[in-house]
């Protein structure tokens, strides 16, 4: 993967995300690891506030933004919410 993996762990009470931790972001270079740095407080976020892995694909980091889904996703998955 040329820009880097993206996973993430959940900890959740009940149906209800508490904390999205980022383990690995897509840090290649220096402007991957900014645009990391910048989209993943916002991915949290979304994620602890909808109780989703339905986060917004934010310009600019698509890659990152689908990828952190799809890792929250299967988080998800295997706390099964």
């Not at 993206?6 to 645009?35: C, F, K, N, W, Y």
């Given at each position: ?21 980022a383990l690995s972001m ?8 900014e645009l990391s740095d ?35 996703q299967s988080a998800l ?5």
């Amino acid at each position: 993967i040329r820009w880097g993996d993206v996973q993430v762990a959940v900890t959740a009470i009940g149906d209800d995300i508490v904390e999205v931790e980022a383990l690995s972001m897509p840090s290649a270079d220096r402007h991957t690891r900014e645009l990391s740095d910048n989209v993943e407080p916002v991915l949290r976020q979304e994620a602890i506030a909808f109780d989703s892995a339905d986060v917004s694909v934010i310009s600019g980091a698509t890659y990152t933004s689908e990828a952190y889904a799809r890792s929250l996703q299967s988080a998800l998955d295997q706390l099964d919410l």
